[in-house]
């Protein structure tokens, strides 16, 4: 073995040596093979709670109705009661901290997202009540007519 | 409400600056993976190729190549050096590369290819160090007398290159020449295998209709090693080419040796070209076995691979590829009388059709929607109007052509691997 | 010289034997490895299924919509972690599909890709919201070549946005189209089923927007769990099975024309 002909294996190893020093320092101690095993498992063990400190924004109407118990009263008894009160009052996230307001979207846009009528006979959208929106009253804000809360008084 | 950077279409979606969407695709669907995933395999591939031709000298005794080898295997290292560097310019986190040999996943084929390629690299390396250890003892010892900071320096680097073996006698000469033919013989495999895997890279992906097919690794080896000798043979005879050119112009003919004149060896390139027909000939039959195949057993995905293969990529594979590629270099080596300047015009077709294989393996897969419903079509940006469209664009592709070169020229003036002075070893 | 080189063919032999059998228990050990090990004694009591009512989606886009704002994938920008794709058969067997910006404004038109339909003409048409189907052999897990991308013991696949080096590898692997590159963190992007709201008791953005319950999350392991007693009762699909990632998001309804 005192042959020079194992120089460069030398100089590999301590490549390598290097490398696995390296990889000490730089890669987190926490990573390794979790629940699912080395092909489906293989992770930083800590971004699992990353993930589960994301920020959470739509808080539902459960969260809504703690303040504004009258508003949620009247949604519920409405044909509306299937929709959540964020979906158009945008996600609550630390209302009313952060942001102090909310900002409703009256938009026809909004509206028409359901309620313009498409001719579809095996879908649940060809069964929902709809108008043409280039036909009926263009330009107008629906909530002119038709109160949200309230769909089926008029 | 919701964080300002939320809003604004001015941001940047990857791919959507080069793609262009037909009929329906899924939202999510864009051109990813651009020229530099061409160009990836592609140098892969002339590494691969530059390897087994100089290994035909080293370990299969094909002395016609003697010359070629020597100069093939520091090309290869040039080459090799620059070959993952696409991947590079790809990366959205280039910084993060090294993850790559820290956390390997080995599940994953560009993992395992980090691998393959250090050893690979450390293989190639070797070989160098044993074909050149004696002129490196040379050097330290003829640099000693001369003076200058220049020379100093380059006597440190070369000391530092000979590890401290400073034995070139006779016995310690014959170690080197038979741990070059180990290697050399080492390495043939290796190549293949670090072709082969990037053919897997693409072969393995399931979700894609094109690339899947246990031939791909295959077809990338034999199209690697084809580029390699072509690329190997015009390097060759540019430069012997040119050398003749210098002498005649700067010489009087009578100072002129026999070598100078001559140029490039017409025995050497009909030699090598042989090997280019014959590999030539696997690469060919296997795609069009891919190709017979996909047609007869007609999946799925035939109808949409019809639409790509024959109608909107049809002048790139047909005409590019497999036309000016493939048929006229054959037709070029194969009629009688091979000349130079004949060798030279094949030899830039074949590395043009290579090239084109990979094009139209890399964009060609992603020109339809995974949605079998719809097309994608490439742009690919010329003037570079960002850090984006340069690296994924014409010129940040034509630096990765020209780097192997510059490299080379560095190299060359450390490691010469040009001089083919007669009686030299 | 003839002598020396015998003795180091020798040597050389010897070295391979010895390693071949220095080898194998070497492997052996690599296969008790620790982890997998545990992985077989935990046994995880929850897996996350999502369920997809196509004939309830009336293509509202607010799941979409919801997603985004959520998950801080920016609005305007057309890749999206979930969406909505309109499928419009027509009676001569034609069928149009779309997808514009991926339903989050809705289908408020009639025309499918600027093509006028005729209403008489339509045989059936339909909404099919995508997102990404927690496979249980997750081919884009698989190609991660560093370990960024994973799935977690209730089977879910998350993205570590620190560690992915943005190969795009994962995007290609995906069959469904549902990973992306995030515009603003430049790394490789999908649905995390709303890991942060599912992980609290909460359900994701897309099924508290959905107004109709087109779309509803469950344990498949918990066998009282709604979702749970549907994919277990009712006739189901999933997508693209023909690749074995074993999809675990559930559809009612599914078309044969849905891509």
């Known amino acids: 073995m005192k042959s020079h002909v194992w120089r460069p294996l030398w100089v590999l190893l301590g490549v390598i040596a290097l490398a696995l020093v390296a990889r000490h320092f730089v890669v987190p101690s926490d990573f390794g093979v979790g629940e699912r095993g080395f092909m489906y498992g293989f992770h930083r063990k800590s971004n699992e709670d990353d993930w589960k400190a994301f920020k959470v924004k739509y808080l539902t109407k459960e969260y809504c109705k703690e303040c504004h118990e009258d508003k949620y009263e009247s949604n519920m008894a409405s044909k509306h009661n299937l929709i959540e009160c964020e979906n158009c009052h945008g996600p609550a996230i630390d209302h009313p901290d952060n942001p102090a307001k909310l900002v409703i979207d009256k938009s026809r846009a909004l509206c028409i997202r359901c309620h313009a009528k498409l001719p579809y006979p095996t879908s649940h959208r060809g069964e929902i009540k709809g108008i043409n929106p280039d036909e009926h009253n263009p330009g107008e804000e629906c909530s002119m007519c038709h109160d949200p809360h309230k769909p089926d008084m008029e | 409400m919701i964080p300002e950077a939320a809003h604004g279409a001015e941001l940047a979606i990857h791919g959507a600056e080069w793609t262009i969407k037909e009929l329906f695709t899924y939202p999510n669907e864009y051109i990813y993976w651009t020229i530099q995933i061409v160009m990836y395999p592609y140098l892969t591939g002339l590494v691969a190729g530059a390897f087994v031709l100089s290994s035909l000298y080293h370990v299969f005794g094909q002395h016609e190549l003697k010359n070629i080898a020597k100069f093939a295997l520091v090309f290869s290292f040039a080459l090799l050096i620059v070959a993952p560097m696409p991947l590079l310019f790809h990366l959205q986190q280039p910084q993060r590369n090294f993850e790559v040999m820290l956390t390997p996943h080995f599940t994953s084929a560009i993992a395992a290819f980090g691998m393959v390629y250090s050893f690979y690299m450390a293989i190639v390396a070797s070989e160098i160090w044993f074909v050149y250890r004696k002129f490196f003892v040379e050097q330290t010892i003829a640099l000693k007398t001369k003076e200058g900071i220049g020379n100093t320096l380059l006597r440190y680097l070369y000391n530092i290159l000979t590890l401290g073996a400073y034995d070139v006698s006779e016995e310690a000469l014959h170690k080197d020449e038979r741990a070059v033919k180990l290697l050399a013989g080492l390495g043939i495999p290796v190549a293949c295998f670090l072709h082969g895997y990037a053919g897997f890279i693409f072969g393995s992906v399931k979700a894609n209709a094109l690339w899947m097919t246990p031939l791909m690794p295959v077809i990338f080896i034999m199209s690697a090693i084809v580029s390699g000798i072509a690329l190997c043979m015009l390097t060759d005879i540019v430069i012997m080419e040119w050398k003749k050119f210098r002498v005649k112009t700067s010489k009087k003919p009578w100072e002129m040796t026999a070598e100078e004149i001559g140029g490039a060896e017409i025995h050497i390139i009909k030699k090598t070209s042989t090997y280019l027909l014959g590999f030539l000939i696997a690469a060919i039959t296997l795609e069009l076995i891919d190709l017979i195949f996909r047609g007869y057993t007609a999946m799925k995905s035939w109808d949409i691979l019809r639409t790509v293969i024959y109608e909107k990529d049809f002048n790139k594979i047909f005409i590019m590829q497999y036309g000016m590629g493939n048929v006229v270099p054959f037709i070029l080596l194969l009629l009688p009388g091979l000349t130079v300047r004949r060798a030279a015009v094949a030899a830039v077709l074949v590395l043009f059709g290579v090239f084109m294989m990979r094009w139209n393996v890399v964009i060609g897969g992603q020109a339809f929607s995974l949605t079998f419903a719809g097309f994608m079509h490439y742009h690919l940006p010329i003037i570079p109007h960002n850090a984006e469209t340069f690296k994924e664009g014409l010129f940040g592709a034509l630096f990765m052509g020209v780097l192997p070169f510059v490299l080379f020229w560095i190299f060359n003036k450390i490691v010469p691997c040009l001089k083919f002075k007669q009686g030299e070893e | ?259």
Not at chain 3, 149 to 163: I, S
Not at chain 3, 167 to 196: D, N
Not at chain 3, 209 to 233: E, S
Request: charged share 25%; aromatic share 8%; hydrophobic share 35%.
């Open chain 3, 1 to 259: 010289m003839t002598n020396m080189k015998l003795t180091r063919r020798d040597f050389i032999m010897t070295a391979v034997k010895g390693a071949a059998v220095a080898a194998l228990p070497l492997s052996a050990f690599k296969i008790l490895s620790p982890s997998e090990a545990k992985a077989a004694i935990k046994e995880a009591n929850v897996r996350w299924g999502f369920l997809v009512d196509t004939h309830k989606c009336v293509g509202c886009g607010f799941c979409v919509k919801a997603c985004k704002n959520e998950n801080e994938v920016p609005y305007d920008v057309p890749v999206t972690r979930t969406w909505v794709e309109r499928y419009v058969v027509l009676k001569d067997g034609k069928t149009l599909i779309d997808t514009p910006h991926g339903g989050r404004e809705g289908f408020t038109e009639q025309k499918v890709q600027e093509k006028d339909v005729d209403p008489k003409n339509i045989a059936k048409a339909f909404f099919v919201p995508k997102l990404c189907n927690q496979c249980e052999n997750p081919p884009c897990v698989q190609v991660c070549p560093v370990g960024a991308t994973y799935q977690t013991g209730n089977g879910v696949v998350l993205v570590d946005r620190t560690w992915c080096i943005g190969c795009g590898y994962c995007i290609m692997a995906c069959p469904y189209g549902a990973r992306f590159f995030h515009p603003i963190h430049k790394v490789a992007e999908k649905c995390t089923f709303c890991y942060h709201r599912i992980t609290k008791g909460m359900k994701t953005a897309c099924v508290d927007a959905c107004p109709f319950g087109a779309r509803k999350i469950g344990n498949l392991k918990d066998p009282n769990d709604p979702v749970t007693k549907i994919v277990m009762t009712e006739r189901i699909g999933i997508l693209k099975d023909a690749f074995g990632t074993k999809p675990q998001v559930f559809y009612l309804g599914l078309d044969d024309n849905v891509r």
